[in-house]
């Protein structure tokens, strides 16, 4: 008698349930990847500034002219962004330097996926719409082996520390955009626009360098400009 009141479900009942998960899943992730790749870019951030901070330092330390590398195109880490410390020398024309080599101990840092160095400008640095070039008109370090170990050399652009810590001139601040995104050849793809202005970037981050301290800090987020 026992078994005659157990309640089964039918096989509809698990039908309609399994189709409310699968509705509740295709909802929820959206939702779960934004919340991931949201934080990429700020976690990406504090990478970056944590690179400009160290190569600051080693410049101070090793009195010699230190340039953090943007590997905004990802050459050297499978088409993820990443950044790498190295010394440099002026060619004689400003934001123009010549690699010499790797500062000691320096590699290839990832800021992760999801994240794109959009742009990096002196002054101020605009959001570039999607399925448009990077904007970079930083400075230049031309002689940079790619990859490692290579005959071949590229250049990149950098960020330049004197021995004093501060920009190397022109003396002008600099900002940077990091943005959710992936690159695509030369153009910035966003994977989250603003509904309010869908070909700029819902997410985003600039770093701003004072050149005159060498101060680094985070200067806006997200303002979907």
């Not at 790749?37 to 080693?58: I, R, W």
Request: with cysteine.
């Amino acid at each position: 008698m026992k078994d005659m009141n157990k309640k089964h479900f039918t096989l509809i009942e698990l039908l309609v349930v399994m189709a409310l998960g699968i509705m509740l899943i295709a909802i929820g992730l959206p939702a779960f990847n934004q919340m991931i790749t949201g934080g990429t870019v700020t976690n990406s951030a504090s990478t970056l500034k944590g690179g400009l901070e160290q190569a600051q330092s080693q410049a101070v330390t090793q009195r010699r002219q230190v340039a953090l590398l943007l590997d905004y195109k990802g050459l050297n880490n499978g088409g993820t962004p990443a950044i790498r410390t190295c010394y440099v020398k002026p060619t004689g024309n400003d934001k123009s330097f010549t690699f010499t080599n790797y500062t000691p101990g320096s590699k290839w840092v990832s800021l992760g996926k999801g994240a794109v160095i959009a742009g990096a400008q002196f002054n101020s640095v605009a959001k570039p719409s999607t399925n448009s070039p990077a904007k970079l008109d930083i400075y230049q370090i031309d002689g940079v082996p790619t990859p490692e170990g290579s005959t071949t050399k590229v250049t990149y652009y950098g960020i330049v520390f004197n021995t004093y810590g501060v920009l190397a001139p022109p003396a002008e601040v600099i900002e940077i955009l990091l943005a959710e995104g992936i690159m695509s050849g030369e153009n910035v793809v966003y994977s989250n626009l603003d509904p309010d202005n869908p070909s700029k970037p819902a997410n985003s981050i600039t770093l701003e360098i004072n050149p005159f301290t060498g101060k680094i800090k985070i200067k806006l987020v997200g303002d979907g400009e």
